[in-house]
DNA sequence: ATAAAAATCGACACTGTGTAGACTTTTCGC
DNA sequence: GCGAAAAGTCTACACAGTGTCGATTTTTAT
């Protein structure tokens, strides 16, 4: 069993298995948007994956783990973009892009995205990985707030507490908007935005 | 089996199987609290209700069916709850006063609320539920607003998009808060009234 | 070329679901 | 209070999917 996802990356030459577990999690979020978590089988995605039921358990020690992982790498995958994202000083400007970025995430990995809001709650593990992403979000919103005068600090008009509730309210409404359709999210969006902008007393 | 869970309302006497039905729905919200949906088989809640499996399968056709049931009890209570409440006609007293009553509501059925929110992806009788709810009180805040002073209409600034971000902020905080204490639930509440009063321009 | 490591397979045991038919208890009109 | 119909209950079974094991084959590195 490969512990790491990516423990294996610093080798010049693939393995075959490295490749193996690349298709498995290809399949299984395949499968996600086909038929859903529960409908999903450890048998199709080892058949997707082109091998059997027992070779996957290789891999993978359940079809939890095996989410797990996929949620992992897409998690990787925005934090890492969170992180290259330059940070503006004007706080509309900063707002701006905060929500365009997100659009742009959600549109991307909305399925995964929704996948580990789903299953925060039965697997610890994906809800510690949703929970660390959640947390950079209020962070950085948090950073908007003060920026903008909010006044730092827990109570429930300042700054942490207010950006805590604006965080679930971009994730519920995405969440919702991106099961329907592109331009849903966007509409979503500039609601957020302006809730957002309103808050931070930017806008009356 | 019996087709609607009060079609038998109207006896006198109660069959036997009223009294089974309610054992049934409150052993498992019972075990929904002790180890939650997945951990929790229809042979606990059979045997919780002191009756075999195979009995159970008399009353409801599933474990789904069950849960559908028992999320269809608590929902009939909060439409009930919300129609009883009386409309105020001064927008800051409407919204302090709706908060203080989904405090309540979530204090009183935190539990089955977020059991709702959790499977109204995979079972859609339960989503139908939690959506119907959430649009009893998506039109209440709308009403609020646009008596406020917030244009109507589903633009970005207005009333109608304006009450679904918020609808979907106050689901997504209590979710969260009311897994925690009391205390956060308050907390939670006062900083979603305040985000809810900037919006509709009540307070700067 | 070869031995160790990696990968694969098929069979098995287990748990939980939902169904079927026989059996028992309750209800209610007389 | 009697007896048939309705309501409720049980045990046994068939079936799906999960995860494990040991034997076997393929890959990799020397």
């Given at each position: 069993m490969p512990g790491q996802p990516s423990a294996r990356g610093r080798r010049t030459t693939e393995r075959k298995g490295d490749v193996r577990e690349r298709a498995i999690l290809d399949t299984c979020e395949a499968l996600l948007a086909q038929k859903g978590y529960d409908a999903m089988t450890v048998g199709d995605v080892a058949q997707g994956a082109g091998i059997t039921r027992g070779a996957l358990y290789f891999y993978f020690g359940s079809k939890q783990e095996v989410v797990t992982a996929l949620v992992a790498r897409t998690v990787e995958h925005?934090?890492?973009?969170?992180?290259?994202?330059?940070?503006?000083?004007?706080?509309?400007?900063?707002?701006?892009?905060?929500?365009?970025?997100?659009?742009?995430?959600?549109?991307?990995?909305?399925?995964?995205?929704?996948?580990?809001?789903?299953?925060?709650?039965?697997?610890?593990?994906?809800?510690?990985?949703?929970?660390?992403?959640?947390?950079?979000?209020?962070?950085?919103?948090?950073?908007?707030?003060?920026?903008?005068?909010?006044?730092?600090?827990?109570?429930?008009?300042?700054?942490?507490?207010?950006?805590?509730?604006?965080?679930?309210?971009?994730?519920?409404?995405?969440?919702?908007a991106s099961q329907e359709s592109r331009e849903n999210l966007q509409k979503a969006s500039e609601t957020c935005e302006h809730i957002w902008l309103i808050s931070a007393g930017l806008i009356t």
């Open positions: 925005l934090w890492e973009r969170s992180r290259a994202t330059a940070q503006t000083d004007e706080p509309r400007q900063a707002i701006a892009a905060a929500m365009q970025r997100t659009v742009e995430l959600w549109n991307e990995h909305g399925l995964v995205m929704r996948t580990a809001i789903d299953l925060s709650l039965t697997v610890p593990e994906i809800g510690e990985l949703w929970k660390h992403t959640a947390d950079l979000f209020v962070e950085a919103i948090t950073r908007v707030l003060e920026r903008a005068g909010i006044q730092a600090g827990t109570r429930p008009d300042q700054a942490s507490a207010i950006a805590h509730a604006l965080c679930w309210m971009i994730e519920r409404t995405f969440y919702h």
